[in-house]
């Protein structure tokens, strides 16, 4: 009897620890995407002069922005499918600490953006990623944004990992608990 109460009371205390874990991860504060300039899909004419993503946070140093391009349209209308050269800014604008801001080249052309970024919340650190595309003299295609609703994706860091430990927590103590008549069954 003394052998199947400490499995019972180790298994419980492993999957509190487990749900502790997934719970605090669950709850702490993240910098959750607003809104950027250009917007996620947007079609524009011209390359812009910045580009901008707002936070609903404030924002960590260790945050960064990169722009490349991945389609590029030749002045003569042929369609070049390669990776462009990277915009990258590292850390808040200092006007806004929830905006990440890069400073794009004069001389890009035509073609499809893609705006990737990481944001690590001031407050907690906890770390996002997202990304989002936008055309400058050509339209966002279908097949791209067919898998991200409104042309943005969004996700935790090692948000899989996390949801494992929840899981895993859920389980040791369902077991835990249940493991009582799993022994008198026999």
Not at 13 to 33: C, K, N
Not at 68 to 81: C, D, H, Q, Y
């Amino acid at each position: 009897m003394a052998y199947s109460s400490f499995i019972r009371l180790f298994l419980l205390l492993i999957g509190f620890v487990l749900l502790a874990f997934g719970v605090w991860d669950r709850l702490r504060p993240r910098s959750h995407y607003q809104s950027s300039e250009p917007s996620a899909g947007a079609v524009l004419t011209r390359s812009p002069e910045f580009v901008t993503v707002q936070f609903s946070d404030a924002l960590d140093k260790d945050s960064q922005i990169s722009v490349a391009s991945t389609i590029t349209l030749k002045p003569n209308g042929e369609t070049v499918f390669e990776d462009g050269p990277s915009s990258i800014s590292q850390a808040p604008s200092l006007e806004n600490s929830a905006v990440l801001k890069v400073l794009m080249p004069r001389d890009r052309t035509a073609g499809l953006y893609w705006v990737r970024w990481k944001a690590v919340t001031a407050r907690g650190k906890a770390t996002k990623f997202g990304l989002f595309c936008f055309g400058v003299g050509m339209p966002v295609p279908d097949y791209i944004t067919r898998d991200m609703p409104g042309g943005l994706s969004e996700r935790n860091l090692d948000e899989r990992r996390y949801r494992a430990v929840l899981l895993g927590g859920i389980f040791l103590v369902t077991l835990g608990a249940l493991f009582p008549q799993i022994t008198r069954s026999k």
